[in-house]
């Protein structure tokens, strides 16, 4: 069992950045994927970025601006957003996976979090 707690939402302008963290409660987090998830209004959930033991991946329209990270001696996943754009306005959700493999599928996922909310002003 794991339970994840998400920080680091707020608003900020177009261009600015954030750090977004999730706290995770189980002792084998260390083995699971994790990944985040962007929910905007009247839109379904999307992938944003997942890692691994290893390296992760972001989708397409964050590359270059997104990065996720791991400290699993923290038990915690981050995921720092810079250059924001109005378009990344969303409820940012982190989930974890009790496998290692990495998916951009939120089926795939086990244990999610609360959300934290990101609004980007123009």
């Known amino acids: 069992q794991v339970t994840l707690v998400e920080s680091g939402g707020g608003l900020v302008q177009a261009g600015g950045s954030l750090r977004l963290s999730c706290a995770a409660s189980?002792?084998?987090?260390?083995?699971?994927?994790v990944g985040w998830f962007r929910q905007a209004p009247g839109k379904g959930r999307e992938f944003v970025a997942t890692?691994?033991?290893?390296?992760?991946r972001t989708r397409d329209s964050v590359k270059g601006r997104f990065t996720i990270s791991r400290d699993n001696a923290k038990n915690a996943v981050y995921l720092q957003m810079n250059s924001l754009k109005p378009e990344d306005t969303a409820v940012y959700y982190c989930?974890?996976?009790?496998?290692?493999?990495?998916?951009?599928?939120?089926?795939?996922?086990?244990?999610w979090g609360q959300g934290t909310q990101v609004t980007v002003s123009s």
């Open positions: 989930a974890a996976r009790s496998i290692r493999f990495i998916s951009t599928m939120a089926d795939d996922y086990d244990y």
């Open positions: 890692i691994g033991q290893g390296g992760g």
């Open positions: 189980g002792r084998t987090f260390s083995m699971y994927a």
